[in-house]
C-alpha cells in the first residue's frame, strides 16, 4: 500500500510530466530545473548535497537518487554524510568492506510529506518562470513581425488578444486604428510592437497603428518587396486616415510604385481594406529632395520651391486651386509629405490677375468672425477670402467641420467686403 509520502512523489513526477508535455522547455534544461529542486530538498534534509547523485529519465519522468558514502570501521563515522560504518552498509549489500564506497538509494518517501509538497510548489514554480521566460524571448524575437490572433476580451482602454497557443497580448486603445470595432471572437492581424516584463510577467503590446504593420503588409502582398526587387525606404501615418510610402527599386526593368499598387489597383487595395479604407499614397524614393518633396506632396502641382537644405526647410509655392490639394483634409497630406521627407514644408499661394491682388486675408476679420472659424478654414488651406468664397458650401462642409448655417453666414460677411 502506497503512503501519503509516495503518492505526492508520484504527483511530483506527474507534474515533471505535465511540464515536459506542455511547454516549449529544451531537455538540458529540464534535466536542470528538477535537478536543482531535488537537490534543495537533499540540502534541506541533509545540509549538504555533494555526495548525492541524481539521475531523471527526461522521457518517462521517472527519478532515481543515490548516496554515495566511505566505509568505514564502526564507531568511526564523523560525518555521516560522507561515511558509513561498516555494520550499516552490509545491511544494504553483505560484501561491501571496510575503504569502499558503499551506494545507497534514496527515495521520495524518505523526506516526508511535507518536503515533497515543498519540491512539488517549488517546481511548479520555476515551470512559470521558465514559461514566462520562454515567452519573452519569443516575443522579443518577433518584434516587428506580423501576428494573427483572437479577440478574448475587450475593455474601455484596451483589448486582449491571444495568440495560437494561447499566450495573451495586448493592444491599447491607442495601437488601435479609429474605426476599428471588434469584439470577441474576432480574427485580428497586428504586428508586434513592444515587448517588455511587468510584475514578472511579459507584456506583449500589439499595434495596428504601427508604420511597421504597413510595412509587413505590403512584404505580404508584394513579392517584389520580399525578393529584395523593391526596397520600401520609409513609410508615414495618420492611422485610418492617410499614409505614405516611399520605395525604390534597384532593377530599372520594375516600376516600384506599379508592383505595388498592381494591376487595377489588386494589391494595395487589400492593404486599404485592411486598415479600414486608410489612403495610401505610394512614391518612387528619389535622392533629389526637391523632386522627392514634389512627389510626396501630390496631387497638388508645384509652381515653384524653395529649398534651405540646413535647415531643412522647403517654402512651396502654389496656385490657389493647388493649397488645399497639397494640405490635404485634415492637413494630413502636407504633414505626413513632411515627415517622408524630413523637410518642415510651409505653402504659400501665387497670386495671379486682378482679382487676388484686392484679396483680402481672413485674420482681417478677426472682429465679425470668430477665430476658431477662420483657424478651420486655415486648417484646409483656405487664409482669403477669395479662396473661401471660391468654392461651394457643399465643398466647404466637406473639408471642414463647420455646419452649413456657418459656411453662409461666413461667405455673407465676406461677400460683403467686395462688393463694399
Excluded at 86 to 106: F, H, M, N, T, W
Excluded at 197 to 211: L, V
Excluded at 365 to 383: A, H, P, T
Aim: proline content about 2%; glycine content about 6%; charged content about 35%.
Amino acid at each position: 500500500m502506497k503512503t501519503k509520502a509516495q503518492d505526492l512523489g508520484i504527483n511530483l513526477v506527474d507534474s515533471f510530466s505535465e511540464f515536459k508535455e506542455f511547454k516549449n522547455i529544451d531537455r538540458a534544461t529540464m534535466m536542470r530545473v528538477l535537478e536543482d529542486v531535488f537537490r534543495s530538498m537533499l540540502r534541506k534534509k541533509h545540509g549538504n548535497d555533494a555526495k548525492f547523485d541524481i539521475i531523471i529519465n527526461t522521457e518517462t519522468g521517472d527519478i532515481e537518487m543515490y548516496h554515495l558514502r566511505l566505509i568505514v570501521e564502526d564507531g568511526e563515522v564523523e560525518d555521516e554524510n560522507l561515511q558509513i560504518c561498516i555494520s550499516d552498509a552490509r545491511k544494504l549489500e553483505p560484501d561491501y568492506a571496510v575503504g569502499e564506497d558503499c551506494i545507497q538509494e534514496v527515495f521520495l518517501d524518505d523526506f516526508g510529506r511535507r518536503s515533497i509538497l515543498n519540491a512539488r510548489q517549488a517546481l511548479m514554480s520555476r515551470i512559470l518562470e521558465l514559461e514566462k521566460d520562454e515567452l519573452f524571448r519569443k516575443y522579443a524575437d518577433k518584434r516587428g513581425e506580423i501576428i494573427t490572433g483572437e479577440v478574448y476580451n475587450v475593455w474601455k482602454r484596451e483589448i486582449m488578444v491571444l495568440d495560437d497557443e494561447g499566450n495573451e497580448l495586448v493592444m491599447p486603445k491607442e495601437h488601435m486604428i479609429p474605426r476599428d470595432m471588434f469584439k470577441k471572437g474576432d480574427t485580428i492581424r497586428a504586428v508586434v510592437h513592444e515587448v517588455n516584463m511587468d510584475k514578472g510577467a511579459p507584456r506583449i503590446i500589439i499595434s495596428r497603428t504601427s508604420p511597421e504593420f504597413l510595412e509587413r503588409l505590403f512584404e505580404l502582398e508584394v513579392p517584389e518587396i520580399l525578393d529584395g526587387l523593391i526596397t520600401i525606404k520609409k513609410v508615414v501615418r495618420e492611422p485610418g486616415e492617410r499614409a505614405k510610402v516611399a520605395v525604390e527599386s534597384y532593377d530599372d526593368r520594375i516600376d516600384p510604385v506599379g508592383a505595388c499598387v498592381g494591376v487595377k489597383g489588386a494589391r494595395i487595395h487589400g492593404i486599404v481594406r485592411e486598415l479600414r479604407n486608410e489612403n495610401i499614397d505610394v512614391i518612387n524614393y528619389t535622392t533629389n529632395n526637391a523632386l522627392f518633396i514634389q512627389r510626396a506632396l501630390q496631387p497638388a502641382a508645384i509652381s515653384r520651391m524653395e529649398l534651405d537644405d540646413n535647415t531643412k526647410k522647403a517654402d512651396v509655392f502654389l496656385e490657389s486651386d493647388q493649397v488645399s490639394l497639397a494640405i490635404g483634409k485634415g492637413g494630413f497630406n502636407i504633414r505626413l509629405a513632411s515627415k517622408l521627407t524630413g523637410y518642415q514644408i510651409e505653402v504659400y499661394r501665387v497670386t495671379q490677375g486682378q482679382s487676388d491682388e484686392d484679396d483680402v486675408e481672413l485674420t482681417e476679420f478677426l472682429d465679425e468672425i470668430d477665430e476658431w472659424i477662420i483657424e478651420e478654414f486655415k486648417r484646409v488651406g483656405l487664409d482669403t477670402a477669395r479662396s473661401v468664397l471660391r468654392n461651394s458650401t457643399e465643398d466647404l462642409m466637406r473639408r471642414t467641420e463647420l455646419e452649413e448655417e456657418t459656411i453662409l453666414e461666413v461667405k455673407k460677411i465676406l461677400q460683403a467686403e467686395f462688393e463694399d
